[in-house]
């Protein structure tokens, strides 16, 4: 195929791609597809000096539908250029230095994952709201960001003003309207933007959208930086970004995409990238514009968390508590540098609320370690078949029942459940058996027919040793492992029993609470579910995996064979006492960190904010849980406080002491 051949066929498919997008807020492709077509396309207009009329490397974003109202822009709206490694970033910069002579400040912001909306204000008073459309005209959505709570009525400054933010969802508003929603949204992007642009505002009132304001476009008044723009913003009530700085040279920038990206997992809105942007107006003029963005501008993107792909075949795995698990069998595709084969469906419900035929085009999500999910169907294919539900056990062929949107085992001495177990019991935040995994499990299963915790802990070297893979050493090692984890807490094994829904956290709080398996076996309902993180379901789990007699003798013969649960000492320290919930991203703990910090000077770490927590520990982007604690009278403190109570500087407890 021949350069105008290419050129052509690649500007049919992204003006379709991009009509889908903009127009309709029904992508096919994911962003990664799309922009690595754009530059193909880009690339290959550079080479041969000239481009088609209709190529979108001259449009901002999309047509206005219709169906709206058209509002026309007090000042153009531009897209931005992007760049995705260091050395663009440093040539971005230094193309900028050339220019003005000088190596000018630059701010750098999240780029929010949502829709552009441009907010006109007169006199105090909000007027009109629109989408940025193709730069010049959008539609007229005021109705629509009416609804929006985050976005002010009225602000102090009474000229004529444009504010430029994003329209979001974030990912906890995302998921709450999943869980009660018949048909559920493939992303936040998506679901932001369907909400503005649906003619009914009950509609987006529905999603519980959020607004961050990051620019302002036309204005009576002159804004010499970005920093005044964005205190500016602050000032008046917007939410803006809480990460916003003002740096200086490629490397610092750099730099903090790095930091940005490793927050990102931890953010409750998506980001697909950061921001920078000249501080100086007065250099940017000096700078300027190309027909589609500003020079002055760049957006660094990060790399692709989401893909589509076509769905090829669906198997049902069984997991240890008998459940059916939907695989997802994939046309392999590169999400983030990852090679992606497979990815999760939840359970059978979820298959149907997606709406999700094997043959369809589907979008893949993945985010850091988590197993790839498949969110949604990008293209539905005329040949894609349904799902079929299973009858029987595809592990052991026993009768499958159905519960709510679960499917279940029924057989006793189904195999994948068995060594599922024995693995689960044996793994490190468990019972810690040093040396034991999912392959010894299996490996046991089949060869010394063990079937339970108790046969595992009741292994002799010579048991073993005649295995293969194994021998004296590696025999005696692993038995001495055993021997080992027999000295455990309650937590540990009251985890390592696999009761479903009980993960290491609420094994510990249910420990510190009760104390003992006699104590946490009588419980009733209402001791369970006082304690923080336990619902009523979980409550009636833990209720049922104890009625039934075969889990308490389970109990009983593990103690008998020699485990024994030992009392952890109460560590002391400058938080004795003290429940402490944490929020947000700290710019320099981990979460797992500062947990550890607490609870080895005497704090207990609580999920959520009620009126028994003490202390909330804050950092950016903090959210609900902040909101929740200012509302209730709870201590709010940050890093700095944090650390300097660690260091005995500043009073723990109101009132002075420390």
């Known amino acids: ?91 971005w910069y230094a193309r900028i230095v050339k220019v003005v002579g000088k190596e000018p400040e630059i701010t750098a912001e999240y780029k929010f994952d949502g829709l552009t909306l441009n907010i006109l204000y007169e006199g105090g008073e909000m007027v009109k709201a629109a989408t940025r459309g193709d730069g010049v005209t959008g539609e007229e959505v005021t109705a629509q960001v009416r609804t929006i709570a985050g976005v002010p009525r009225k602000i102090g400054y009474t000229g004529r003003i444009e504010i430029q933010g994003e329209g979001i969802m974030r990912l906890s508003a995302l998921s709450a309207y999943n869980a009660v929603s018949d048909e559920p949204l493939k992303n936040a992007r998506n679901g932001a933007a369907g909400a503005i642009r649906n003619l009914d505002p009950a509609v987006t009132a529905s999603r ?51 930091k940005v990206n490793e927050l990102r997992p931890d953010l409750d809105f998506l980001i697909d990238g950061v921001v920078f942007k000249v501080n100086d107006t007065a250099l940017r003029d000096e700078i300027g514009y190309t027909e589609k963005f500003p020079k002055w501008a760049i957006a660094y993107k990060f ?159 010579e048991d073993i040793e005649w295995l293969d893979r194994f021998g004296e050493k590696k025999a005696a090692n692993l038995i001495a492992a055993i021997e080992s984890a027999k000295d455990t807490t309650m937590d540990r094994l009251l985890f390592a029993l696999g009761i479903d829904g009980i993960g290491k956290k609420t094994a510990k709080d249910l420990a510190a609470r009760f104390g003992s398996f006699d104590a946490l076996i009588a419980a009733d309902r209402d001791a369970l579910t006082a304690v923080d993180g336990i619902g009523g379901v979980l409550a009636d789990n833990i209720i049922a995996f104890f009625a039934e007699e075969s889990n308490r003798k389970l109990l009983a013969d593990l103690f008998a064979c020699g485990v024994t649960v030992r009392t952890e000492e109460k560590k002391e320290g400058v938080f004795t006492g003290l429940r402490i919930v944490l929020t947000g991203s700290l710019p320099t703990y981990k979460r797992g960190q500062a947990t550890a910090l607490i609870e080895e000077n005497g704090g207990e770490v609580a999920a959520s904010v009620s009126k028994t927590v003490d202390m909330v520990l804050a950092g950016e982007d903090a959210g609900s849980k902040l909101d929740k604690a200012k509302k209730l009278g709870i201590r709010i403190i940050d890093e700095g406080q944090f650390d300097a109570m660690l260091r005995g500087e500043l009073p723990v407890r109101e009132g002075g002491e420390k």
């Open 1 to 91: 195929m021949n350069a105008y051949d290419r050129m052509k066929e690649l500007v049919e498919k992204l003006n379709k791609y991009a009509a889908l997008y903009y127009e309709e807020d029904a992508p096919v492709v994911s962003d990664a597809e799309y922009d690595k077509l754009y530059d193909e396309l880009r690339a290959l207009e550079e080479s041969e000096g000239y481009s088609l009329k209709n190529s979108p490397t001259h449009r901002v974003g999309g047509a206005p539908q219709k169906k709206f109202a058209q509002s026309k822009h007090l000042l153009r709206l531009y897209s931005l250029d992007k760049c995705r490694t260091k050395e663009e970033i440093a040539e």
């Open 303 to 461: 790399k692709a968390d989401e893909m589509t792909t076509v769905l090829r075949d669906v198997v049902w795995q069984v997991s240890r508590s008998a459940k059916l698990n939907p695989l997802a069998v994939l046309d392999p595709v590169d999400i983030g540098g990852v090679t992606v084969k497979r990815a999760t469906l939840n359970n059978y419900g979820d298959i149907l609320k997606k709406k999700v035929r094997i043959g369809d085009r589907v979008f893949i999500r993945r985010s850091n370690d988590v197993i790839p999910e498949i969110t949604g169907v990008a293209e539905q294919s005329p040949d894609a078949r349904e799902v079929e539900k299973p009858r029987v056990c595809p592990a052991c062929g026993a009768p499958v029942k159905e519960d709510g949107a679960f499917l279940y085992c029924t057989g006793e001495h189904c195999a994948p459940q068995i060594v599922s177990a024995l693995d689960h019991f044996a793994s490190k935040d468990a019972m810690d058996i040093d040396g034991f995994s999912e392959k010894t499990a299996e490996q046991f299963y089949n060869e010394l027919h063990i079937t339970s915790p108790v046969q595992l802990m009741s292994l002799r070297r």
């Open 208 to 258: 519980n959208l959020s607004f961050m304001a990051y620019n302002i476009g036309y204005s009576d008044r002159h804004f010499s930086s970005q920093r005044e723009m964005h205190e500016f913003l602050k000032e008046e009530g917007f939410e803006t970004e809480s990460d916003f700085t003002v740096l200086k040279g490629a490397e610092e920038a750099f730099a903090f995409a790095e």
